[in-house]
């Protein structure tokens, strides 16, 4: 269990750069991975088994294989969290590529390279770049091509933003009782 952290230049060779969980229980609240590398899920990798409970974090320029979160046959749940600028170096998603069960909800997956996820994600109420055909999003989902992006703590503010400069457009969220606890 891990809360308000920071995992910033971590290096793995094979499998998750700052997190490696092969059967059992991760939990994140409020943490950001920066710059991390590994074969597998830059940032995080579960397989296994593992079960990723993700609440109100943020990726960013992390770099692997496939993903800079890879889940490789656990099941994640990422509510409210921010994938941005991540890179997937041969095959998958930038920000996410899963052979598990994974929920995105509530979330941001901008600029992840050619594609933010791939495999069995399920995506609700989010707002991301671009998907692979195997991604399944519900209506209130927004697709569209971004430029940049705000993430706001709730130190900073209880909302997380996307804001597209070639059309002004702005999406924002408030965040739960529960994470601005």
């Given at each position: 269990?891990?809360?308000?952290?920071?995992?910033?230049?971590?290096?793995?060779g094979a499998a998750g750069g700052a997190i490696y969980s092969d059967g059992g229980s991760?939990?994140?609240?409020?943490?950001?991975?920066?710059?991390?590398?590994?074969?597998?899920?830059?940032?995080?990798?579960?397989?296994?088994?593992?079960?990723?409970?993700?609440?109100?974090?943020?990726?960013?320029?992390?770099?692997?294989?496939?993903?800079?979160?890879?889940?490789?046959?656990?099941?994640?749940?990422?509510?409210?969290?921010?994938?941005?600028?991540?890179?997937?170096?041969?095959?998958?998603?930038?920000?996410?590529?899963?052979?598990?069960?994974?929920?995105?909800?509530?979330?941001?997956?901008?600029?992840?390279?050619?594609?933010?996820?791939?495999?069995?994600?399920?995506?609700?109420?989010?707002?991301?770049?671009?998907?692979?055909?195997?991604?399944?999003?519900?209506?209130?989902?927004?697709?569209?091509?971004?430029?940049?992006?705000?993430?706001?703590?709730?130190?900073?503010?209880?909302?997380?933003?996307?804001?597209?400069?070639?059309?002004?457009?702005s999406y924002k969220t408030a965040l739960s009782t529960l994470i601005k606890?």
């Amino acid at each position: 269990y891990l809360k308000n952290c920071n995992l910033i230049h971590n290096n793995s060779g094979a499998a998750g750069g700052a997190i490696y969980s092969d059967g059992g229980s991760v939990k994140l609240l409020n943490c950001a991975f920066k710059e991390n590398t590994s074969g597998y899920g830059g940032a995080v990798c579960i397989k296994g088994g593992a079960v990723l409970d993700m609440l109100n974090c943020t990726l960013f320029s992390n770099t692997s294989n496939s993903g800079a979160l890879y889940n490789g046959g656990g099941e994640a749940n990422i509510i409210y969290s921010t994938f941005n600028g991540n890179t997937a170096k041969s095959s998958g998603g930038g920000a996410i590529t899963s052979l598990g069960k994974t929920k995105l909800v509530g979330s941001i997956a901008s600029l992840n390279g050619d594609t933010d996820l791939d495999g069995n994600v399920s995506v609700y109420g989010s707002y991301i770049t671009n998907s692979s055909d195997n991604v399944t999003a519900d209506t209130s989902t927004v697709t569209d091509s971004g430029n940049r992006i705000f993430s706001c703590t709730p130190n900073n503010g209880s909302y997380w933003y996307f804001y597209n400069t070639s059309d002004k457009a702005s999406y924002k969220t408030a965040l739960s009782t529960l994470i601005k606890e």
